[in-house]
């Protein structure tokens, strides 16, 4: 089974600190993508990779960047947190032959204070 | 970009009816519709998913159909158990620098009451 883990099931963090949030992959895919999910706004896209050192933008890029020095893992990090950023934030990953089938961490929930 | 939309946002019933959720999507491009799942305290997981040359994919008790020229797609669950309480969530593919990224609808909480 595929699995995906995220370093930190819960974070509490003070406004204006940078935070780094973990992903890692154990079968070797391709892609690995960042959500942030919030009631009622289902999952939006904040940043994806699909090779080593390479990024791409997703819906809702601002205030987040993202770092892919390793294939298997994949880290969003928040430059100065701001309340704003209190979500549920997940990773994933999929591999380069069902690179649409995407599978995820357990989320971590990340409050700014 | 394409854009997912999802109904009911809230979905009750009870044990052992069926249940039924219906997104629509906009690109016409999209040819690959997952669903899944979401538990309390977890993150989702893929429960079924289908491609634009079939209309309908079951698996047990859960199946999915797509109407390609209506644009829409639908979940459909039967024999409902209180197991099958969680968030759903169905998505469509949208094909960007070499990798398939799913756009997701917002999700229909289900409650399945014993």
């Known amino acids: 089974d595929v699995k995906v883990t995220q370093s930190s099931r819960y974070l509490v963090k003070r406004t204006g600190e940078k935070v780094f949030l973990e992903c890692v992959q154990d079968m070797d895919h391709e892609n690995m993508f960042w959500y942030r999910q919030d009631p009622g706004l289902g999952l939006r896209l904040i940043y994806f990779?699909?090779?080593?050192?390479?990024?791409e933008k997703g819906d809702i890029p601002e205030g987040y960047s993202v770092s892919r020095e390793k294939k298997e893992r994949f880290s969003l990090i928040l430059e100065s947190a701001s309340t704003n950023q209190t979500s549920m934030y997940l990773c994933a990953s999929s591999d380069g032959t069902y690179p649409d089938r995407a599978f995820f961490g357990q989320g971590t929930r990340l409050t700014v204070v | 970009g394409e854009n997912v939309e999802q109904h009911p946002s809230t979905l009750s019933v009870q044990e052992g009816d069926s249940a039924v959720i219906k997104c629509t999507y906009s690109d016409s491009a999209s040819n690959y519709f997952p669903w899944y799942k979401q538990e309390l305290g977890k993150g989702p997981q893929l429960i079924i998913d289908i491609r634009s040359n079939v209309g309908e994919k079951k698996d047990q008790r859960i199946a999915v159909t797509l109407n390609k020229t209506a644009k829409h797609f639908s979940l459909h669950i039967t024999e409902t158990q209180p197991e099958d309480s969680a968030v759903y969530f169905c998505a469509a593919s949208l094909s960007s620098g070499g990798s398939y990224i799913p756009t997701f609808g917002r999700g229909t909480s289900l409650i399945v009451h014993p």
């Open positions: 990779s699909y090779d080593v050192k390479m990024k």
